[in-house]
């Protein structure tokens, strides 16, 4: 800061500057304000001394950057507060160099540490402060101080005489107001009188009525006519009171007494009303009635409530007290419960008094009840029990119901409500029927029979543990439940009988040597039974049920015939108990001629879920498969596991529809995935129908024919066949074409054939497809469908799939050696993906051939992928973390969803053939539809970034379609039918092959 001393021109410009003043204001800011300019500090602020409230107000301020600091400023300053305080309190300059030195300082703003305050001062009389802040250290030097100093000099008349000024002003001001208000003051009172809500009189001091507002004209009825002049008495009449001029003489200034009494009006109807009387400066009397008739009558109705109560408390046996918890005195009932212990005059009249007379067991009981009342919400009862000393020196137990009636404005307790009671006897009798209780409960519980109780209706009343733990129910789970609910449907009638029997035959015991009864999970029980009906005892006022587990001696009975006759996984009929049934069902069918359905399921793939996850999984599946046809028990007479992964149904007196439908209905069940043991799998279901006499006239020849039939269905779309003579010969040519296969895989009859799969933007191949063949000897050419369908059957087909992924991977490396490297596809079976070396298994022969996994890629299925979509994903992930590809073939059929492609790590889309063989220009019908599917799966695969292709594209039409989607790839006869490898090379080197492109090129 540069140096300043006193500037005569800065005085002469700043008196020029307050010549234009005319309010103190002004002249606190035009001093504000050049003092800032001139000086240059932080901030400057002018001060107003308020001598009624002993403060300095800031009346003016200014800042460097921080207008918004301007409201921190105008609080208020007492005198003696900070610098500005004390420089105004002892009339002195303060000039602070640094706010660490000054004890008193306060800090206005942050980072500012000198400070200069300078008093305005008028013959010894402070009229202000000029105060000024900096945020550098000894800003303010002897020369600014000076200049400051004369500056206060300079306005202190000026300022002297404008607050005279704006004092004598605010005096007329008030003066003029006072004239202004005495004016209006009778047509304002006018006003409010007619205003007010409440009847209103101005009445003489002898009673006489002057004026009265329209609210009083209309709750008594008259006209203001008829009663300005009357006296009050005419209408009013005071309740234990003296007169009304009587109450008037009592009235003084400024004072006002209230009475009730009562109105009268005109048709001689009456009213209760409290009056407010004030006396007027005149003399006169006002009074202001208000109508209290519905607080009367509330009141009256509590009046009559409290005696109630008061002749209520009089007779209960409990002691009812309050308790003031503030001077710790029982208010009421003190008496009374010094009576309940036999004790007289104020022996208990705080809770003082009840403590030193607990026992001392008890003391932390009470002293826990006090810290619950203080502590509970409004309404909240609290409850305790105590041992207290009576007068003989005997401790009777209290019981003590109380609340919070009352809290002060603090939430602090003020009054306790509560009740007393003597409740020694009845905790004695509790204790010893407890007891009681107890003694026999022991006995029930610990019998090592099950004990019931029933009532007439054979609701349940009471079960022992051991009845519970026999049944697997807890207490709560056998409530609501009848005698009834427990016994196996076989057995209900004989049990209804034996009911029936003890109802009619009080007093005496009914004994069933053997029936069932049914565990809370559904497991029937053989249980001895005795019964006795005690309806008429009152100490039991029920049906005793009393039982006992005999399945030991049943299972003795029964093991050696189930061990026969039963399967032990599902406990279903097995296939020996089916035979003897079944023929039992023919032996029936061919005396009453009518016809036997025999029904057999095959559960596909079982082997395959064995083998991924394990027998344990198997098992699960088949009790899954049990339980769903258990759903339909009333469509069938009987049901049997006919094999490790078969079941039969068999149908009496059905037609074929009728059969058919059973079929369909049970089979739709198994439509979806489900989880099973934690796995989400694929539970199918195919089935063979048979029938009698049609097919078979006897047991084992129908369920061969049936078996048969059944796997016949597993190459077929339907999920179910009805025999027809012919499969047995076709299940002969499938097991010896199955012998052919694995002869062909040994002796090198099987080739690959390679199909290309065409980039559509270039023309060009992106990479093979290796296709199953195989020219049998005799029989010619072999479908690889019904090769692969043959091989799924056993464990062919983890051969078969290693022989095709080896020779692939051979072709590659063959290729690669002559200079070709592309990339090939091999397809994945549903049974591939589940297996657990098949990883391993790619992986050695990559290494084997030395061939980069890059060049391998792998088609597998939706519906193979779902048969276990955790294991399958896992499976995957690793081959595509080892760089193989993995496409999704035939997508759009079966089960396909947006999920899949989120959840499969695939790299590829490739859409079934079926949707592009269907567009045919030619005709519209199923035309557009599969156009619309085609587009959309392409555009779902670029959503996900995957690689779009559809196979068997065979027409130009077709071709143009897929350009025109922007599909990525296309493979069909179009471009070329599946070749052998010695054609390949020759294929890639030839350049482009769509035909469009070719014709194009030859153009130009």
Not at 742 to 764: F, H, R, S, W
């Amino acid at each position: 800061m540069s140096n300043l001393t006193t500037d005569n021109q800065f005085l002469f410009d700043l008196s020029q500057s307050l010549l234009a003043s005319e309010t103190v204001q002004q002249t606190a800011d035009i001093v504000v304000q050049a003092l800032q300019n001139y000086i240059k500090s932080y901030d400057c602020a002018f001060f107003r001394f308020e001598q009624a409230h002993n403060q300095l107000i800031c009346v003016s301020y200014t800042c460097r950057n921080s207008p918004e600091l301007a409201s921190y400023k105008l609080k208020p300053i007492p005198l003696g507060a900070g610098v500005v305080g004390h420089a105004a309190e002892e009339k002195r300059t303060m000039n602070i160099a640094n706010s660490n030195d000054c004890d008193f300082w306060l800090e206005y703003v942050e980072g500012n540490v000198a400070e200069l305050t300078v008093p305005v001062i008028y013959q010894g009389k402070l009229l202000a402060v000029i105060d000024l802040e900096d945020d550098h250290e000894g800003y303010f030097e002897d020369s600014t101080e000076q200049l400051v100093q004369d500056v206060a000099s300079l306005i202190s008349t000026f300022l002297y005489n404008q607050l005279k000024h704006e004092d004598s002003h605010f005096k007329l001001e008030q003066m003029d107001y006072s004239e202004r208000s005495s004016k209006s003051k009778e047509s304002y009172f006018s006003m409010l009188l007619e205003q007010l809500g409440d009847p209103v009189f101005i009445l003489s001091p002898s009673g006489k009525i002057i004026d009265l507002n329209q609210s009083a004209i209309l709750s008594l009825g008259y006209a203001k006519n008829e009663l300005v002049g009357q006296r009050i008495q005419r209408v009013e009449r005071l309740l234990k009171s003296k007169t009304p001029t009587q109450l008037y003489k009592l009235l003084k200034h400024d004072e006002t007494l209230v009475a009730e009494g009562v109105h009268t009006r005109k048709d001689g109807s009456s009213f209760y009303v409290e009056v407010k009387f004030a006396q007027l400066n005149d003399g006169n009397v006002v009074a202001v009635a208000r109508d209290i008739s519905k607080r009367r009558e509330v009141t009256d109705k509590l009046e009559s409530s409290r005696a109630f109560l008061q002749e209520l408390i009089k007779m209960s046996p409990d002691v009812m007290y309050t308790y003031d918890l503030v001077s710790h005195k029982l208010v009421m009932g003190g008496k009374r419960l010094a009576k309940l212990l036999g004790y007289t005059g104020e022996r208990l009249s705080s809770w003082d008094d009840a403590l030193n007379l607990t026992h001392p067991d008890d003391l932390d009981a009470m002293k826990s009840r006090a810290k619950r009342l203080e502590e509970s919400a409004p309404s909240e009862t609290i409850v305790a029990k105590a041992r207290i000393k009576n007068a003989k020196g005997e401790y009777r137990l209290l019981q003590n119901h109380c609340l919070i009636l009352k809290r002060d404005d603090f939430g602090k307790p003020v009054l306790e409500l509560g009740s007393i009671r003597d409740i020694t006897e009845e905790d004695r009798l509790e204790q010893e029927l407890e007891q009681r209780e107890n003694y026999y409960r022991a006995l029930v519980e610990n019998a090592f029979d099950g004990i019931a109780l029933y009532d007439v209706e054979g609701n349940i009343m009471f079960s022992s543990s051991s009845a519970l733990k026999l049944l697997g129910y807890e207490v709560n789970d056998v409530k609501g439940l009848k005698a009834i609910d427990f016994v196996h449907a076989d057995d209900i009638e004989m049990a209804t009988k034996a009911w029936k029997w003890v109802l009619n035959h009080p007093g005496k015991v009914y004994r069933i040597p053997e029936y069932r009864i049914l565990k809370k999970s559904g497991e029937a029980v053989w249980v001895e039974n005795t019964f006795i009906n005690l309806l008429h005892d009152s100490n039991v006022k029920g049906i005793i049920s009393n039982f006992r587990d005999i399945s030991y001696k049943k299972i003795s009975e029964q093991s050696l015939y189930k061990i026969s006759n039963y399967d032990s996984l599902t406990e279903l009929p097995n296939r020996f108990f089916l035979k003897q049934q079944l023929q039992r069902y023919i032996s029936q069918a061919h005396s009453y001629r009518h016809k036997v359905t025999l029904i057999y399921f095959d559960v596909i793939q079982l082997n395959v879920i064995n083998s991924a996850l394990g027998p344990w999984m198997g098992d699960k599946v088949l009790q899954y498969v049990v339980t769903t046809l258990g759903r339909h028990t009333e469509e069938f007479d009987f049901i049997a596991r006919a094999g490790d992964d078969e079941f039969v149904i068999v149908l009496n007196q059905k037609d074929a529809f009728e059969a058919g439908k059973v079929v369909e209905k049970i089979l739709s069940e198994f439509d979806t995935l489900v989880t099973i043991g934690g796995s989400e799998v694929k539970v199918s279901l195919r089935a063979g129908v048979v029938r009698f006499p049609d097919d078979g006239s006897e047991a084992e020849e129908l369920l061969n024919k049936a078996e048969i039939t059944a796997r016949r269905v597993k190459d077929m779309p339907e999920q179910f066949s009805f025999y027809q003579p012919e499969v047995t010969e076709l299940a002969k040519d499938k097991l010896m074409l199955e012998k052919e296969i694995v002869n062909a895989i040994n002796q090198d009859q099987l080739m690959l054939y390679y199909q290309p799969k065409v980039c559509l933007k270039t023309g060009e191949i992106d990479s093979l497809e290796a296709l199953l063949r195989w020219e049998h000897p005799v029989k010619g050419f072999i479908s690889p469908q019904l090769i692969i369908s043959i091989a799924e059957e056993s464990s062919l087909i983890y051969r078969l799939t290693n022989w095709v992924i080896t020779q692939a991977i051979e072709q590659i490396s063959l290729w690669a050696f002559e200079g070709m490297e592309i990339k090939v596809s091999v397809n994945l079976s549903v049974k591939d993906l589940l297996r657990e070396e098949l990883k391993d298994n790619i992986a050695d022969t990559l290494k084997q051939f030395n061939v980069s996994p890059s060049l391998l890629d792998v088609e597998v299925t939706e519906s193979a992928a779902l048969a276990d979509m955790e294991r399958s994903v896992s499976i995957l992930q690793e081959l595509k973390s080892m760089g193989v590809t993995i496409s999704l073939d035939d997508f759009g059929t079966g089960y396909s969803s947006i999920s899949h492609l989120t959840s499969l790590p695939v790299d590829q889309v490739k859409i079934d053939q079926s949707f592009i063989q269907q567009v045919n220009p030619s005709k519209q019908e199923g035309t557009q539809g599969n156009r619309q599917i085609i587009k959309n799966i392409i555009r779902l695969a670029r959503s996900f970034k995957l690689t779009s292709i559809v196979e068997g594209v065979e027409t130009q039409e077709q071709l143009d379609i897929l350009k025109d989607f922007s599909c990525d790839l296309a493979q069909g006869y179009l471009f070329s039918h599946p070749v052998p490898a010695a054609d390949v090379p020759a294929l890639v080197s030839s350049g482009k092959l769509m035909p469009e492109l070719e014709k194009r090129e030859a153009r130009s």
